[in-house]
């Protein structure tokens, strides 16, 4: 699975944006999908999870109610939706891909990793 995230950009607090991860490979459908974010300084942190079928997503704390993820298996891409835009959202965003994962929050259950998109959200 090779993945490509795009959608990133410089928006004013308050304003939204639409990221994209678009996969290749027949397995992405039957893989749960995530957005990592990496501040500079800091790790990469979990933003939200994706499961095959949209069953299940899980977000973090900070940007619940802000952010939604979804996904089209038909068109092999997964999108997070950032409303509500805040500076401390800004962060390299990544998509990662997993055909199994214990624990959707961690980036070490995921094998594949998209190149990075760029949010810039300004005061």
């Known amino acids: 699975v090779q993945l490509q995230a795009s959608g990133g950009g410089l928006v004013q607090a308050g304003g939204s944006l639409r990221l994209s991860c678009a996969a290749s490979g027949r397995t992405f459908s039957m893989s749960t999908v995530a957005w990592f974010r990496q501040a500079p300084g800091k790790e990469r942190e979990f933003v939200a999870a994706?499961?095959?079928?949209?069953?299940?997503?899980n977000y973090l704390d900070s940007v619940k109610g802000r952010f939604t993820i979804s996904r089209d298996n038909a068109k092999n891409a997964v999108y997070l939706q950032m409303n509500s835009l805040k500076p401390e959202d800004t962060a390299v965003y990544y998509c990662?891909?997993?055909?199994?994962?214990?624990?959707?929050?961690?980036?070490?259950?995921?094998?594949?990793w998209g190149q990075g998109t760029l949010v810039t959200v300004s005061s």
């Open positions: 990662a891909a997993t055909p199994v994962v214990a624990d959707p929050t961690s980036p070490d259950g995921y094998d594949y």
């Open positions: 994706i499961s095959r079928r949209s069953s299940r997503s």
